[in-house]
């Protein structure tokens, strides 16, 4: 251990100004040690997500952009061959430009099926033949994980599609703020939220679903803190 080092540093070097009559800095050095000692000196690693459930979470996924536009601006659930789901605000302003991409590369023209302003939810769909993937039925944590619950999501954060990025829930229920008047609880989510990502897909480690993330919470964009609509409201709106 480091302190270990800095015990036998301080006992050799403030010792000897001790026995001269000084006692101020062995007593400040003693002050010192005892923090260092009851500090923990294990480095926090973040979690690893099983690959089975990344790739997984990947493939329900998608990234928004619009058309003749250069980058991304947003992030769906996909919940099957032809439905997603992503924010209102995401696609409010260009509801007839709106391309989908599975991989960064190909477009899919998506159309909006409903929407909910409420709790800031579109229903988009593509036509079948352009996505044919294998989407097993989405599972539902917890509508109100509890704080400390590790979670993670893909997203097009800072305009780069499939982003991926790690965190945890801060909070199982807010919802007195966003302009939810009680109506909605939402996750309170630290670490998965960032410019881009409106719209992502957040998962446990265990590939279930969250929620979505609907807005970066504080005075900065980029600290992502953030508020996700959660799992039961979605999916109660995708039916």
Known sequence: MHYQRIRSYL?????????????????????????????SHEVQLPVTVPPEVASKSLQRTASIAYSGAPR?????????????ITNLHVIQARENQIRVSFDGKEFLAATVVRTDPEADLALLRISASDYSEDITEITAANPHPAPGTHIFAYGAAFGLHDSFFQGYVSHSSRSDIMGSNGKIAFVQIQGVTFPGM??????TLDGSFVGINRAAYGYAANTGTGLAIPADLVLDFAR
């Open 11 to 39: 006992y050799n070097h403030l010792i000897p100004i001790h026995k001269g009559g000084h006692w101020l800095p062995l007593f400040l050095a003693g002050l010192i040690f005892l923090l260092l000692a009851g500090c």
């Open 72 to 84: 991304f601006v947003g992030t769906a659930l996909v919940l099957n061959a032809t439905d997603l």
């Open 198 to 203: 409106s719209g992502a897909p957040v998962f």
